[in-house]
């Protein structure tokens, strides 16, 4: 749910587009908004087996922003109460699989193997007088996501540990389906494809790469009509008063004398 203050301004209808480049481990995501040209969230992600010491991982792509560094625990950071399932609680899970867990104060130091996903996310909102606001509350509800997701993928664990790349987009592609069916009826335009890997000197993603959705057109029941009448609050044009009849209209403040002199000819 949006904020009041939010809920002020934005439409009860709009769309998000998402177009995401997966070059493991390297990946790069971007959401933009329908009626929000100035506003975008662009996330790069890259993976490193370690617990998240690498402070210089994204010098490069972010040398001249400004940045916060944000560690995100999912043992131990608070969640949103109402997203809180004790199923998915790292302190309380225990995968029968690999035998992992449960994360107790301190689980970076002493548990094996791990891998960190570092996030570089970025946030624009280039609207006088909500721009701060606006952007501060994205970037807190990213955190959300990211923390309440991460805990997920750990927690479920078991279902995911024997499963082969092809059984995964087996797997995304069902996903993909369920959520469209709860968010609309109408067929969406997703497609998800492999492609060879890049070396990790790429930073930014081809035209070619593939995208989500494939068109970034409004859906035909969001756009708007293209016959309708246009409101007319004036003329379509505007008839000037003859300077030579000038005299005979009354107008206003119109004094005889007013009248428009000519050269006398010779």
């Not at 107790?104 to 960190?116: A, F, K, L, S, V």
């Not at 996903?175 to 890049?198: R, V, W």
């Not at 035209?207 to 009448?229: C, N």
């Amino acid at each position: 749910k949006l904020p009041s203050w939010a809920r002020a301004v934005v439409p009860k209808i709009f769309y998000v587009t998402e177009k995401a480049w997966n070059y493991y481990p390297y990946t790069i995501t971007e959401y933009t908004c329908s009626f929000l040209p100035k506003f975008s969230i662009h996330i790069e992600t890259k993976y490193e087996d370690n617990k998240g010491s690498n402070d210089r991982i994204f010098d490069n792509e972010a040398k001249d922003l400004e940045r916060e560094v944000c560690f995100i625990d999912i043992a131990c950071d608070e969640i949103p109460e109402r997203y809180y399932k004790e199923s998915e609680d790292p302190k309380h899970f225990k995968s029968e699989k690999t035998g992992r867990g449960q994360l107790r104060e301190g689980w970076r130091d002493n548990h094996q193997p791990i891998m960190c996903s570092y996030k570089l996310v970025t946030v624009k909102f280039e609207v006088w007088g909500l721009q701060t606001r606006v952007e501060q509350f994205v970037h807190k509800v990213v955190r959300d996501i990211l923390l309440i997701g991460h805990r997920q993928a750990f927690a479920w664990v078991d279902e995911w540990y024997d499963m082969t790349m092809d059984e995964v987009r087996e797997f995304e592609r069902a996903t993909q389906e369920a959520t469209n069916k709860k968010i609309g009826i109408f067929p969406p335009a997703i497609s998800i494809s492999s492609i060879p890997l890049l070396p990790s000197s790429v930073r930014s993603a081809p035209s070619s790469a593939p995208s989500t959705p494939l068109s970034t057109d409004a859906p035909e029941f969001l756009s708007v009509p293209k016959d309708r009448p246009r409101k007319k609050s004036a003329p379509e044009t505007l008839t000037l008063p003859d300077p030579e009849k000038k005299a005979t209209l009354n107008l206003p403040g119109m004094h005889p004398s007013d009248k428009p002199c000519r050269p006398k000819s010779e």
